[in-house]
């Protein structure tokens, strides 16, 4: 039942973004990495253990997995359209110079995605379990259950925020040009 109710929630979440055709297709991997962040992220309640998010190289490992992903999905969804995506839309011959700034603006925008999102997790999870392994040296008695409760809202936070921005970094990859087709006839 937990895992019905924790994943349902996660696939709410990626129906609300993109509907519920992409989020049934693109579901796995959000799935997979709501589980895997929340998981490894509960770790911090065992003393002496780190949570593996609270290092950089595994926080990069998702993130980059997730920008390889959303790119791929963007390119097999949208083929070429999804890099002419990036140079805004077309505004003529005289308008060259700014669809090129524009693209490559959005090519460092979206090469820039999976560094922040793996700092975000990195740092947030590394401070929590910094903060309660200090508060719990100083308090020993008093202070671990509410450092306790603390801890499973940043887990849950993060997990969330992870998730939800991975959806959305697939959800903008993958949505298609109906909408410019109109404009460029």
């Not at 129906?15 to 998981?39: E, Q, S, T, W």
């Not at 911090?44 to 920008?67: E, H, K």
């Not at 998730?163 to 087709?181: N, V």
Request: hydrophobic share 55%; with cysteine.
């Amino acid at each position: 039942t937990f895992f019905e109710a924790f994943l349902g929630y996660f696939y709410g979440m990626m129906r609300d973004v993109m509907g519920p055709k992409r989020a049934k297709r693109y579901f796995p991997i959000i799935g997979a990495a709501a589980c895997f962040i929340f998981f490894s992220n509960l770790l911090t309640f065992i003393p002496g253990m780190s949570p593996p998010t609270s290092s950089l190289n595994v926080t990069l490992g998702c993130s980059a997995l997730v920008f390889v992903l959303f790119n791929f999905y963007g390119i097999a969804t949208n083929g070429v359209g999804y890099l002419k995506h990036m140079a805004g839309p077309w505004l003529g011959p005289a308008g060259i110079p700014l669809n090129i700034l524009i693209f490559i603006i959005e090519i460092i925008s979206t090469c820039v995605r999976p560094i922040t999102l793996s700092v975000r997790l990195m740092l947030n999870m590394a401070v929590d379990h910094l903060l309660g392994g200090i508060f719990l040296g100083l308090f020993a008695l008093f202070v671990p259950i509410p450092t306790m409760l603390l801890g499973i809202i940043v887990v849950v936070v993060q997990t969330l925020v992870f998730t939800l921005l991975s959806s959305i970094y697939i959800a903008l990859a993958t949505e298609h040009e109906e909408h410019e087709h109109g404009a460029h006839a």
